[in-house]
């Protein structure tokens, strides 16, 4: 393996999703497929609602015979029958007539509008039951028109969503019971160092515990791949080589953390000198610079560094769409927001900053400032940060005012 190549941030997106294809998709029940990348155009089969059907509890009623209707003339109609939700009328509602009808229930043919129970006067039982109306009332209202919610053939949803409990209802209102989305990733996370600790150990001189494979894991969680396994591994070559080797047979995805720096200890470093394709990378981007990537026979490698900070934002900008686009996911970021520099954030023209930052509503709009001191070791800052505020290539700072975008992990509250 050659030294690192040196790249900017756009080139390595380029060069991860370059090697990404979609898997093929699978068909699941609708119960498991909230949260995966739909792959499939979803037509419907009927319109929404089926058909005509009352938006109220009250009578079914022909508009025109009310249409003379006032508080000094009300009109009387005769009640022909009793329609609950379910039940479908046998016969046309004639002139004169209303019928007494529930929320949700088909409305009879020639009727055109619907008139609540509350504005209108009950009297007498059936079969001479009667209802007394003191205003007009316009044709379609309080009435539910068949496909006013979707039209038969209509596209409902596009490839490439990621689907949603209310995707879901919608799904099952169009008596669709499976639909096919993306297998869900296997990813193996490797955390390496032989300073590091379980949480629950106690602290020893020289040793810290180790956060980034707790973090690593939830974030490939929320990015939709299963992990299927998370192992710390010491600072052995031969032990790295071969948990490398085998989780890439195992998984479609495989993150290292740390030994990819400039060290002449680095265990993943001489660890993937035989893996195929991949390379090592200097990438133009804080945190996050010394990298390595590769796709072996198909499968996805990072070499993730080791600071908690460079963890964190190499897998938001590189790894995370990397997971999403092999989903087969349209949206591969977490969602992007302008904001403003509250403060000025020094950068360097030629390098991509993330800088972990606070968003804070003024006059609408979103201020974004340095969460704290930006150094990758520190994790305080990530802790508070709503946001990765991004400093692009071609500018050296950013000034108070200027605008930029945010990779938003989470929105502030409105003042």
């Not at 309080?142 to 409990?165: F, I, Q």
């Not at 993150?255 to 991949?278: C, E, F, M, N, Q």
């Not at 390379?279 to 198909?298: H, I, K, S, W």
Request: charged share 25%.
């Amino acid at each position: 393996m050659s030294g690192p190549r040196a790249v900017t941030y756009g080139e390595a997106r380029a060069l991860v999703l370059d090697a990404v294809a979609p898997r093929p998709p699978v068909r699941v029940r609708l119960v498991r497929a909230v949260g995966r990348a739909l792959r499939q155009a979803v037509v419907a089969p009927h319109a929404l609602p089926p058909f005509r059907n009352s938006a109220m509890d009250g009578f079914a009623v022909r508009a025109a015979d009310l249409a003379h209707a006032s508080a000094s003339a009300p009109v009387t109609l005769r009640v022909t029958e009793f329609l609950a939700a379910g039940r479908v009328s046998e016969r046309p509602l004639e002139p004169g007539g209303a019928a007494r009808i529930m929320t949700g229930a088909m409305l009879p043919a020639g009727a055109d509008a619907i008139v609540p129970f509350e504005e209108s006067e009950r009297s007498g039982t059936s079969p001479a039951e009667r209802c007394t109306v003191r205003r007009p009332s316009r044709a379609g209202e309080h009435v539910r028109e068949a496909g006013a919610d979707l039209a038969a053939g209509a596209v409902a949803l596009e490839p490439g969503r990621e689907l949603t409990t209310h995707d879901l209802a919608l799904l099952a209102a169009l008596g669709l019971p499976f639909v096919e989305v993306s297998p869900t990733p296997r990813v193996a996370v490797l955390s390496t160092g032989d300073e590091l600790l379980d949480v629950d150990q106690p602290l020893r001189p020289g040793a810290i515990r180790d956060s980034n494979l707790p973090l690593l894991a939830r974030l490939v969680e929320e990015a939709g791949g299963a992990v299927e396994r998370a192992v710390r591994l010491p600072d052995d070559t031969g032990r790295v080589a071969t948990a490398i080797r085998e989780a890439l047979e195992a998984c479609d995805v495989v993150l290292t953390i740390g030994g990819v720096s400039a060290g002449d200890r680095d265990p993943v470093k001489v660890a993937i000198t035989s893996l195929p394709g991949v390379e090592l990378l200097r990438v133009a981007m804080r945190p996050g610079r010394p990298q390595a990537f590769g796709a072996p026979d198909g499968r996805l490698y990072f070499g993730l560094p080791g600071n908690p900070a460079s963890v964190a934002c190499v897998f938001e900008t590189l790894v995370r769409p990397a997971l999403r686009a092999l989903q087969g996911h349209a949206e591969l970021d977490r969602p992007r927001a302008p904001a403003r520099a509250a403060e000025r954030v020094e950068s360097r023209e030629g390098r991509t900053d993330f800088v972990r930052a606070t968003l804070a509503w003024r006059e609408g709009a979103l201020w974004a400032s340095p969460a704290g001191a930006q150094v990758s070791g520190h994790l305080l800052p990530q802790s508070r940060a709503h946001a990765l505020l991004v400093v692009p290539e071609a500018a050296a700072r950013l000034e108070p005012g200027d605008p930029a975008e945010a990779l938003v992990w989470r929105l502030p509250a409105r003042p």
